[in-house]
């Protein structure tokens, strides 16, 4: 049962050796790997530990926090659009009745100057109609009186 143990161990290690080669092959480890942060954290072995598990552990909240910053940014975005089709849809609505209102103030308007223009040309028409009767009648007055002689007017 030792040998078996034994056993399994030498492949585990063989396994993570091939693994943490492959790792350590990658260009961007290799350079992290060179820097002085890399250097200082494979001589401190307990601190890359705690800097890996906080990393890890803080990706869900992280993940949360930004899922629900997107959510919302969508949720504003499309309420915003809602809201602002609701805006205009009451404005265009005013809008209507107030062109509406406007149009039949106008037609009102205009038909009470319509009625004030053609009785006011009647009136016009009417008196300058009868004027020359009552200017030519006037004259007739006049001529006869003139044809008429002064003994004439006496009797």
Not at 19 to 43: C, D
Not at 100 to 111: D, E
Request: glycine fraction near 6%; charge should be neutral; proline fraction near 3%.
């Amino acid at each position: 049962m030792q040998q078996s143990r034994s056993e399994t161990q030498q492949q585990l290690w063989g396994s993570w050796t091939t693994m943490s080669n492959q790792v350590y092959s990658n260009p961007k480890v290799t350079q992290l790997m060179n820097s002085r942060v890399g250097q200082y954290l494979s001589g401190h072995p307990v601190l890359a530990l705690s800097i890996l598990f906080f990393c890890a552990m803080a990706a869900v909240p992280v993940g949360l926090f930004l899922g629900f910053a997107v959510v919302t940014a969508i949720m504003s975005a499309v309420g915003f659009v809602f809201f602002e089709g609701f805006l205009l849809f009451v404005s265009a609505i005013a809008l209507l009745c107030v062109l509406s209102g406007l149009a039949v103030f106008s037609v009102m308007v205009s038909s009470i100057f319509t009625v004030f223009y053609i009785t006011a040309s009647s009136l016009v028409n009417y008196y300058y109609y009868h004027r020359p009767q009552l200017a030519k009648q006037g004259e007739d007055d006049q001529q006869k009186n003139q044809d008429e002689t002064p003994t004439d007017k006496m009797k």
